[in-house]
């Protein structure tokens, strides 16, 4: 765990002297625009599998930074065997996960259609198990564990045409729980597929063809 507090330390200090130094530029600051993205992100716990859906909205400063928060849950159907230690008996549980948080995206380099950027997000979360009865199917309790999270990843946007891009991305999600087991198996390489709706353009080409 101390390892990864010091890497996610170095990480954000890297960060943090990007925006700073980028804040600096003389280019006009002042252009913002809205950004929305939908996102599609792979990964593992306990050796399966798991997709994580979630989105992403905030603003883009003088094109060169992109803020905002970000909502993530779990969009796959995990289910694990859970024998109870007392009795030996194997139940069900099926696996959860959902976190709030923010994101900074510097754009490292930009074209008319492709966008290279290395966003870093920070959040948290719940993630646990309902666990059922293998025959019955019924509910019999929730394990449910918080937790905290570093995502630093490096990303490549293709914009298919005015309003609507795709990208792919991977990265790496360091997490922090008192829960070893929840720390271990959320710590992990993470793949990304997304979809980017450039709202902006849509009601820049509104406003136009009103105005005339």
């Known amino acids: 765990m101390k390892k990864n507090i010091v890497f996610v330390c170095i990480i954000f200090s890297i960060f943090l002297s990007h925006f700073f130094l980028l804040a600096q530029d003389r280019e006009d600051t002042k252009k913002v625009s809205f950004v929305f993205k939908l996102d599609n992100r792979f990964s593992f716990a306990e050796s399966q599998m ?3 859906h979630g989105f992403r909205t905030g603003i883009r400063l003088a094109k060169k930074h992109e803020l905002g928060i970000a909502l993530n849950w779990l969009g796959s159907k995990n289910i694990y065997d859970i024998t109870n230690p007392n009795t030996l008996e194997t139940n069900q549980g099926r696996f959860f996960y959902k976190y709030f948080g923010v994101f900074y995206e510097p754009i490292l380099y930009k074209q008319k259609r492709w966008t290279l950027s290395f966003p870093i997000q920070f959040g948290g979360g719940k993630a646990g198990l309902n666990i059922t009865d293998s ?4 509910f019999l309790a929730k394990r449910e564990v918080s937790y ?5 990843s490096f990303n490549v946007d293709y914009k298919i045409w005015r309003y609507v891009g795709i990208g792919s991305g991977v990265g790496y999600r360091f997490a922090f729980s008192k829960e070893a087991i929840i720390q271990n198996n959320l710590t992990r390489p993470v793949f990304i597929l997304k979809l980017k709706i450039y709202i902006m353009e849509f009601f820049k080409k509104t406003t136009n063809e009103k105005s005339k």
Not at 135 to 138: D, E, Q, Y
Not at 148 to 152: D, G, I, R
């Open 148 to 152: 905290s999270l570093v995502e630093p």
């Open 50 to 52: 798991i997709s994580i």
């Open 135 to 138: 025959k019955t199917n019924i």
